[in-house]
């Protein structure tokens, strides 16, 4: 439609034409035309030929109009540098389809993509569809592509020592943000802190950024590594020191590398260095009372945690020792340890040994208590009880077996510890009769549980005598008549 209809035959000398169509259309023209055609003269064209009166039979063809087809382009930016231009083309059938691009390049794709776009790819993409040789006014889209920010360049403040705090850096001031961690946690900071910063949080953190505004076109991922160095172990060194009341303080001893001395808990006030420490200035020898000073070692930078080291002025009767009880087969020699000063060790009353640590010359058949006390300002703490324990090739103390009915002929058995014993087990086939096994392991424990509570109208539980109490109770055996 709107272009010129051209009717045509061949030429006869001397002739005369006679052309009747749609629309009232007639002419006498050879080869007649009919400019801006529409849909109204589509139809049939007859035509007939005359000569010397003589006319021929009526001819004629058959005209089609095609309308003009309209292109209908779009794409889908605004794009990001990089990413693909996406030009699209509303479909219409037995079209063909030419796009003009900005740079002159053509493409006869209805959807076509132009992969790795650069900011130079912007422009006006043109397009215009032809059908029966109809072609349509050319139709365009504006492509937008958008340049991506410039790739930051992260940083942080490692290495760091466990427990300080980790600071990252954008360097890439007034943009949006977007950190990834190791743990796959995001901030959208642009310099987040981590605070008590753990050796789990090393490792490394990306970061992107995109401008403030309509472009929201990311930057590439840039990287920075986070190391974070593990806190060195404690020093050592002893503790408590107790010293007699108005008598000279020893210096302090530790062992580390680079050694500091505190007297507060907030390692604020440093007092000393290196292994040897005097803590006479800090300390009222005429005053009875404990002070605590925090030792620290250094080792690449890292601190360690403070190790405490404390000093007792002693006026009065010092505590007692630690100590732990011990497990041996029946076949060793135990070997005793305890913590504190001027050890004494008791056995069956008797003063037995001064040794720290102190290794039985003989072996025991059975368990055996033996007590440990100090002395500092020739003052005797109170005693402190250390039972060796001893293990036979077959364990003296039977397991107690909870049981449980649970059906069926079946039962559940809980057991009670026994030092130092693995493997338990209980054979059902030894006793012939279950309920009376029951009932005599009422009896004994009810018997064991009476003779417990008369010990307390015995001896009363004033002064020693709780402590008498706890010896004479795993003494209590039931025999039955």
């Given at each position: 439609m709107?272009?010129?209809?051209?009717?045509?035959?061949?030429?006869?000398?001397?002739?005369?034409?006679?052309?009747?169509?749609?629309?009232?259309?007639?002419?006498?023209?050879?080869?007649?035309?009919?400019?801006n055609v529409t849909a109204a003269h589509a139809g049939t064209y007859s035509l007939t030929?005359?000569?010397?009166?003589?006319?021929?039979?009526?001819?004629?063809?058959?005209v089609v109009i095609t309308p003009i087809p309209v292109a209908t382009p779009s794409n889908l930016g605004p794009y990001c540098e990089g990413n693909p231009i996406q030009l699209r083309a509303v479909a219409v059938a037995g079209a063909s389809y030419l796009w003009t691009y900005p740079n002159g390049n053509t493409s006869t794709e209805r959807n076509h993509n132009i992969l790795n776009s650069t900011v130079a790819d912007a422009g006006t993409y043109r397009l215009t569809i032809t059908i029966n040789g109809c072609t349509s006014a050319e139709a365009s889209t504006e492509v937008i592509v958008n340049p991506r920010p410039a790739a930051p360049a992260p940083t942080n403040n490692g290495p760091i020592c466990a427990g300080e705090t980790l600071q990252l850096f954008a360097n890439a001031p007034d943009m949006n943000y977007h950190w990834i961690f190791p743990d796959g946690s995001i901030s959208i900071a642009e310099n987040p802190i981590i605070q008590n910063a753990t050796t789990a949080h090393e490792g490394s953190y990306s970061l992107r950024v995109s401008?403030?505004?309509?472009?929201?076109?990311?930057?590439?991922t840039i990287s920075t590594q986070v190391i974070i160095n593990a806190a060195p172990a404690l020093p050592a060194a002893s503790s408590p020191n107790q010293i007699c009341i108005n008598t000279t303080i020893q210096p302090l001893t530790a062992s580390g590398t680079d050694l500091k001395w505190y007297n507060d808990i907030q390692l604020l006030n440093q007092v000393g260095t290196d292994g040897i420490f005097d803590p006479s200035p800090f300390i009222d020898i005429s005053v009875a009372g404990t002070h605590n000073f925090y030792v620290t070692q250094t080792i690449g930078g890292c601190t360690s945690p403070a190790r405490t080291v404390t000093v007792s002025i002693i006026d009065g009767q010092p505590a007692p020792p630690t100590a732990e009880d011990i497990i041996v087969c029946n076949n060793q020699n135990p070997i005793l340890t305890a913590t504190g000063e001027n050890i004494q060790w008791y056995y069956s009353g008797l003063?037995?040994?001064?040794?720290?640590?102190?290794?039985?010359?003989?072996?025991?058949?059975?368990?055996?208590e033996f007590l440990v006390t100090q002395r500092i300002c020739d003052i005797e703490s109170e005693p402190t009880s250390v039972w060796i324990r001893i293990i036979n090739s077959t364990p003296q103390q039977?397991?107690?077996?909870?049981l449980e009915n649970t059906g069926c002929g079946s039962f559940n058995a809980n057991w009670s510890a026994v030092t130092g014993a693995t493997n338990?087990?209980?054979?059902?086939?030894?006793?012939?009769?279950?309920?009376?096994?029951f009932l005599k392991e009422q009896i004994e424990e009810e018997y064991i549980a009476r003779r417990a509570l008369e010990l307390f109208d015995v001896i009363g539980e004033e002064g020693v005598g709780r402590y008498m109490i706890d010896k004479k109770i795993p003494g209590i055996t039931y025999n039955p008549e």
């Open positions: 709107g272009g010129t209809l051209n009717l045509s035959t061949d030429a006869v000398a001397g002739a005369t034409y006679s052309w009747t169509g749609p629309n009232g259309f007639t002419s006498a023209l050879q080869n007649p035309e009919i400019p030929v005359s000569f010397e009166n003589c006319s021929s039979n009526a001819g004629s063809t058959n401008s403030i505004g309509s472009n929201t076109c990311e930057s590439s003063e037995w040994s001064t040794e720290n640590p102190y290794e039985l010359n003989f072996p025991l058949n059975e368990d055996t039977q397991p107690i077996a909870a338990y087990r209980y054979d059902v086939s030894t006793q012939s009769n279950f309920m009376e096994w």
